[in-house]
RNA sequence: GUGGCCAUGGUGUAGUGGUAACACUAGAGUUUGUGGAACUCUCAUCACGGGUUCGAAUCCCGUUGGCCACC
């Protein structure tokens, strides 16, 4: 299922092939967040052009929308996408904490939370050594690993997540060793009540204690899953810190096989992907390029430019980015001045056409990734790319 | 010419004695296993000059500019 292609000498780089029913991944690679079985803001037809390889749709999301019955008729998330490559879904674990922990922490603790608590103040989780109960508009909603199982079989991704308890980077340390331990009880209950010929990767969780981390690595590094995923880190989000996301990184993936794949769970802006791939990882899921684009932000090069919301681009008759192989830029040859004025009269044409060039320009980077690797220049790439220092 | 009304940030407005508020605009930020969003910060010597008062955008006088009515 999984070829390592090319190693790099200096890091824990490595260039592979990812093969699944339904296609190859060159990996390091970007996998594109489709939640409900779909990329926000564009149309079927879109996803082919923008060297995307992996989309990855949501089981929670899903299986709230679908229902019991709507699951059991499902056609499956290929037929839904119009998407005939690889497909992972997500366990409903994530939503343990972004509805439970991450709220109650946002009444103060987390910073940057407020808005996101004020916003869902209806929802409430209760995490049981059992399962999970999301309560929802006044109805509770139970999810375990059995059911995040067989919805992720009636969904039919061609990879799967076991099911998890992510903990919050504020949750002390007791209540990180319960929730990874938790974790590591529902891996073993997701191996064995899976029953499809689906790939599924093992969750580690562990929060920022080292011993920890490296604990919940070897547990599930040590289960027959197909794969591994980093889980629980967050990048600068979530009151969490850059250096931690490099110290837990450090502290899982060096005691993972290292013959299976490895995905980092929900990171990625561009420095958090040279710091993965440097630290072993193979794929990347994030909502940065999708949601940033759809908010005016568009990725290039030089950073992100806020193109929907800065005035001075109401005058800027130059495309998003000059050597951009993207259908917005090099097919259409939109100017940023039109796409500007798209995101002021609210047209949702402008989320569309700012999300095709911002998925395009991160799977463009991997794609350079990749070629840094095999060809042994991966840290002069980075430290050029990020305009680093000597 | 006479009388009346008005003058507050880039724009439009609020504030009728206690050191300026709101919306838009502009600038700077926030977004990481989805939120087609939401926020944060910055930008006004209150037309000008006097006066009253402990204290004036606010009351009084004058100047300038604008609007309306009348001759």
Request: net charge negative; charged share 25%; with cysteine.
């Amino acid at each position: 299922m999984f070829e390592i292609l090319s190693k790099d000498e200096r890091s824990a780089a490595r260039t592979g092939r990812l093969t699944t029913e339904h296609g190859i991944v060159e990996t390091p690679s970007y996998v594109v967040v489709g939640t409900n079985a779909a990329v926000r803001c564009l149309e079927p037809g879109d996803l082919p052009g923008t060297k995307t390889q992996m989309v990855i749709a949501n089981t929670y999301h899903l299986w709230r929308e679908l229902g019991e019955e709507g699951l059991r008729d499902y056609p499956g998330l290929h037929q839904e996408m119009g998407w005939s490559g690889p497909i992972m879904t997500d366990s409903g674990g994530f939503q343990v904490f972004s509805l439970g922990a991450a709220r109650e922490h946002g009444a103060g603790k987390v910073q940057g939370m407020e808005s996101r608590a004020s916003r869902a103040e209806d929802a409430m989780v209760r995490v049981t050594d059992a399962g999970v109960y999301f309560v929802e508009g006044g109805e509770e909603h139970y999810l375990d690993a059995e059911l995040s199982m067989k919805i992720q079989e009636q969904l039919g991704a061609d990879i799967i997540f076991a099911f998890d308890e992510p903990s919050s980077p504020h949750h002390d340390r007791d209540y990180t060793r319960l929730a990874m331990e938790r974790t590591h009880i529902w891996a073993e209950r997701s191996l064995a009540a899976k029953a499809s010929t689906q790939r599924i990767y093992g969750i580690t969780q562990g929060g920022g204690f080292e011993d920890l981390r490296r604990e919940s690595a070897e547990a599930i590094g040590a289960m027959p899953f197909d794969g591994f995923a980093i889980g629980g880190s967050f990048g600068t989000s979530f009151g969490s810190t850059e250096t931690q996301l490099l110290k837990e990184l450090a502290w899982s993936v060096p005691f993972l096989p290292e013959y299976k794949p490895r995905h980092l769970l929900g990171i990625g802006r561009v420095a958090d992907l040279f710091n993965g791939v440097l630290a072993g990882i193979d794929t990347f899921d994030c909502v940065i390029p999708t949601r940033e684009a759809r908010h005016g932000s568009l990725w290039t090069r030089d950073g992100r430019l806020d193109i929907g919301g800065k005035g001075k681009y109401a005058e800027d008759g130059g495309v998003i980015e000059t050597d951009c192989g993207c259908f917005t830029c090099a097919e259409r040859g939109i100017p940023r001045r039109e796409l500007h004025a798209m995101f002021r009269e609210k047209n949702f044409e402008a989320g569309r056409l700012a999300t095709i060039h911002n998925i395009y320009f991160f799977n463009d980077l991997m794609e350079k990734i990749r070629g840094a690797i095999s060809s042994g220049t991966l840290a002069d790439f980075k430290k050029e790319y990020l305009k680093e220092g000597p």
